[in-house]
Structure formats: C-alpha cells, structure tokens
C-alpha cells in the first residue's frame, strides 16, 4: 500500500485492519487529503481482511468535515468532490466485510457520518456526538440527514439537526446511535474482541448477511424476504455451509475456508 499520511493502517490480529485518522492536531478534521487516502487504503483493505475497524488518534475520533476547506468551498466544488464525502460514506457502508466505528471521542459532523456509515459502533464513555453543520450555515451533506433519522427516528434527528447539540456516549447509547459504550481504556479491547469473533465467521455468509441487512433501507419488506431466502439458499452451496453443519453434529469447532 502506497504511504499515507493522514492515516495509520495496522494489523493488530489476523484479517483484522485499524484505519486511524492521524490529524490529531486538527481533532482528525476530515479534509480531502483524507479521506482520499481512506478510500484508497479501503479498496485494498476489502480483499485482505474480514473486519475493518475506525479510530482516530488523540482525543477525536473526527470533529466533522475540514472546516477551513469548507470556508472557502463553491458550490460546484461541493458536487464535484462528493465522490470523496457521500459516496466515500456509501462506499464503507456497502463494502463487504464489517467495518466497526471505535469512536475514541469527538464524532461530530462529517465524522459522525462516517461513523453511521460503520456498520456497528462502538462508544468510549467520552466520546461526543453530534450533526453541528447548521451552527456554521450549512447542513450536513454526507448522509447525515438520511441516516441519523434511520437510526434514531425523525423526530430525535430533527432535534440534534435543528439544535446542532452535542451529546454524550451514554445518550447516544439511549438512542440508537451507538451499539455499546465501554469505559475510555478498554475501548480498543473491546473492540477488537468483537472484530475477531467477526472474523472467524464464515466470510461469505458474513458478506451476504450484510447485503440482505443493508437491503432493508431500499427494499418492501416482501422484497426483502424474497431477497433473503435467494442470499440464504446460495450459502448452501459453500463449503463453509457444509462444514458449519458437520462440525456442529460432530461436537467440534468449524473450521471456515470462505470458500
Ligand atoms: N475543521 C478544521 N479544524 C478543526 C475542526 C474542524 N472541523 N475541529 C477542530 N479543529 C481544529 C481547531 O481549529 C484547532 O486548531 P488550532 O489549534 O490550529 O486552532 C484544533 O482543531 C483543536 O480544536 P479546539 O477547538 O481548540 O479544541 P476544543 O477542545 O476547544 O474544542 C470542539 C473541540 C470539537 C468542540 C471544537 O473544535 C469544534 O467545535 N470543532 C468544530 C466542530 C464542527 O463544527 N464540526 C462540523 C464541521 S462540518
């Protein structure tokens, strides 16, 4: 992988990958550079490992979108750079492993649309939440209207939207917006504990659960069933299905291939 520079890529376990955003200085504001280099660290990541996780160093995990690049911003550039803002977003949340948000700290703004677009998140007990974009004149623009409101209704979106208040990880936890809070120093712990159970699940059946889940934002709910039982029925087809199968009537642990 070329060298980045605005994030740390490690390897802490086996088909495991971190993304840290390295502008700590900057509270791991996302300005272009950025979040250039995550798509592309991302592209790779996708073919190497089963569990993706996102942290930030220091104490943010990303307070919102570079506001001095925003400042000077047309709206032509705002279309133009999109592919780097919504559809970066769109990207992690339809890759095909798990990625989880370790959210360290501040997640404000375009880093808590980064956050929602994980596909599970887990809080340190400091960590802040917010969508402040109306407070600068502007609202947020990489998916920040459409999936808080999924994840803790209209009314609780409109509020956080409307009000630009932060919150705490313990209210975000009430919410819906995060999965888990776990004190400050076992964040990363706990974390990887989950990443790794992950990880050692059968990876096709993990990638089309994804699918069939995601699919529940776009399809009728017949849709989805209709889309489920043809993901489901393909797995039967894998030797993980088989060997899943045999190793629990022979009182032993699978051993999955991805195959
Ligand atoms: N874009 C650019 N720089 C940012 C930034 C952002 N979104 N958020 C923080 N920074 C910079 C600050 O300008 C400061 O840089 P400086 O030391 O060169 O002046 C540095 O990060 C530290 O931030 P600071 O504001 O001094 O930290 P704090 O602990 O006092 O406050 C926050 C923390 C998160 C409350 C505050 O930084 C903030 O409100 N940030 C903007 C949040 C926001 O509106 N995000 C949505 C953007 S669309």
């Not at 798990?98 to 997640?107: D, E, F, K, L, Q």
């Not at 802040?128 to 998916?143: H, Q, R, T, V």
């Given at each position: 992988m070329e060298k980045m520079k605005k994030i740390i890529?490690?390897?802490?376990?086996?088909?495991?990958?971190?993304?840290?955003?390295?502008?700590?200085?900057?509270?791991?504001?996302?300005?272009?550079?950025?979040?250039?280099?995550?798509?592309?660290?991302?592209?790779?990541?996708?073919?190497?490992?089963?569990?993706?996780?996102?942290?930030?160093?220091?104490?943010?995990?990303?307070?919102?979108?570079?506001?001095?690049?925003?400042?000077?911003?047309?709206?032509?550039?705002?279309?133009?750079?999109s592919k780097w803002t919504t559809w970066l977003?769109?990207?992690?949340?339809?890759?095909?492993?798990?990625?989880?948000?370790?959210?360290?700290?501040?997640?404000?703004?375009?880093?808590?649309?980064?956050?929602?677009?994980?596909?599970?998140?887990?809080?340190?007990?400091?960590?802040?939440?917010?969508?402040?974009?109306?407070?600068?004149?502007?609202?947020?623009?990489?998916?920040?209207?459409?999936?808080?409101?999924?994840l803790v209704g209209v009314g609780m979106a409109k509020k956080l939207i409307f009000t630009g208040e932060l919150i705490d990880a313990k209210e975000a936890l009430k919410i819906g917006l995060v999965e888990e809070v776990v004190d400050h120093r076992r964040l990363m712990d706990r974390v990887l504990e989950i990443a790794e159970k992950i990880s050692k699940k059968p990876p096709l059946a993990i990638k089309l659960a994804k699918k069939a889940i995601n699919a529940t934002r776009s399809m009728t709910l017949e849709e989805g069933l209709r889309y489920e039982v043809g993901l489901a029925a393909l797995l039967f087809s894998t030797e993980d299905a088989r060997e899943g199968l045999k190793a629990f009537l022979e009182k032993r642990e699978p051993e999955f291939k991805g195959k």
């Open positions: 890529i490690e390897y802490p376990k086996k088909d495991v990958v971190i993304i840290i955003f390295n502008r700590p200085e900057k509270l791991n504001a996302l300005n272009l550079e950025t979040r250039k280099e995550i798509s592309a660290a991302i592209d790779e990541i996708e073919e190497k490992a089963r569990c993706l996780i996102f942290t930030g160093k220091g104490k943010a995990f990303a307070a919102g979108a570079d506001i001095n690049e925003l400042s000077k911003r047309t709206s032509f550039d705002y279309l133009r750079i977003n769109h990207k992690i949340e339809n890759l095909e492993i798990p990625v989880i948000a370790a959210i360290n700290g501040y997640a404000l703004g375009a880093g808590c649309e980064l956050a929602m677009s994980c596909d599970i998140r887990i809080a340190s007990d400091k960590a802040k939440f917010g969508l402040p974009e109306l407070n600068l004149g502007i609202m947020p623009g990489a998916g920040g209207t459409q999936k808080l409101p999924r």
